[in-house]
C-alpha cells in the first residue's frame, strides 16, 4: 500500500510539473505578442529560425562575417514587415522567412557583382586539378556536384545575381520552379528560361578549366 501510495505521488508530482511547464508558442502566437508591444518575444523567432535563414545564405556566401551580416539584416527586415505577415496566405512563417532570405541574398549578389572586389579570386592549383577530376569521370552531373562543394563559390560568382540565384534554388535548395517564381516574384516562364541560360552560362564557366 505503501509503495503503491508512492508510486501515484510520483505520478502527481510529474503531472502537475508537466502543467507548470510552459507551453511552446507557435510563431503565429510569438508574432501576435510582438504586435501587441512585447517586443522581446522576437529574440524566441530568432533564435528558432536562426538556423534556416544561415543555411540559406551560406549557399551564396562563404565568409562567415558576410554570412552573418546578411542573417542580421534578413532578420530585421522581418522584424519590421512583421506586421505583412499573415498565416491566412498560405505559407507558413518558415517559409515567408526564407523568401526573405532568398531576396536578400539576391540584392547582396547583385550588389556584389557591381564591385570589382567582389569578383572572385582564380583558382588554385590544387582547386583546378579537383575541378578536372570531379568533371571527368562524370561530367553529366558535374552542375549538380559542384553547388555542394566549397570551390563552386568560386565558380558561381563569375555568373550573373539572375544566373547564381536560379541555380543554386534549383539544385542546391531543390525548389521546384514554381516555388522559385513565388519567392523571387519572378513569372515561372522566366525562370524557366533563365535556368536554361544558367546552365549554359556555367557550362562555360567549366570550360575554361578543362
Not at 508512492?6 to 508537466?18: E, G, I, N, R, T
Request: one cysteine or more; hydrophobic letters at 45%; glycine letters at 2%.
Amino acid at each position: 500500500m505503501i509503495v503503491r501510495s508512492h508510486a501515484m505521488s510520483q505520478y502527481a508530482d510529474k503531472l502537475c510539473v508537466a502543467t507548470l511547464q510552459p507551453k511552446e508558442l507557435s510563431d503565429e502566437q510569438l508574432i501576435a505578442e510582438i504586435l501587441a508591444g512585447d517586443s522581446s518575444q522576437f529574440e524566441r523567432i530568432f533564435i528558432r529560425h536562426r538556423p534556416r535563414v544561415t543555411r540559406v545564405a551560406a549557399r551564396f556566401f562563404d565568409r562567415p562575417d558576410r554570412i552573418e551580416e546578411i542573417v542580421q539584416e534578413v532578420f530585421a527586415k522581418a522584424f519590421f514587415a512583421l506586421a505583412d505577415y499573415s498565416e491566412d496566405r498560405g505559407a507558413s512563417f518558415g517559409a515567408w522567412l526564407s523568401r526573405i532570405a532568398i531576396n536578400t541574398c539576391y540584392d547582396e549578389l547583385r550588389r556584389t557583382r557591381r564591385r570589382p572586389e567582389g569578383y572572385a579570386a582564380a583558382l588554385t592549383e590544387d582547386e583546378s586539378v579537383a575541378l578536372v577530376r570531379l568533371l571527368r569521370p562524370k561530367q553529366a552531373d558535374a552542375e549538380s556536384a559542384l553547388i555542394s562543394r566549397d570551390l563552386a563559390h568560386k565558380l558561381l560568382s563569375k555568373l550573373t545575381a539572375d544566373d547564381r540565384i536560379v541555380l543554386t534554388l534549383l539544385d542546391c535548395e531543390e525548389m521546384s520552379v514554381s516555388e522559385i517564381a513565388k519567392s523571387l516574384g519572378w513569372g515561372i516562364s522566366k525562370v524557366k528560361v533563365r535556368a536554361h541560360r544558367a546552365r549554359a552560362a556555367l557550362r562555360r564557366v567549366l570550360s575554361e578549366f578543362m
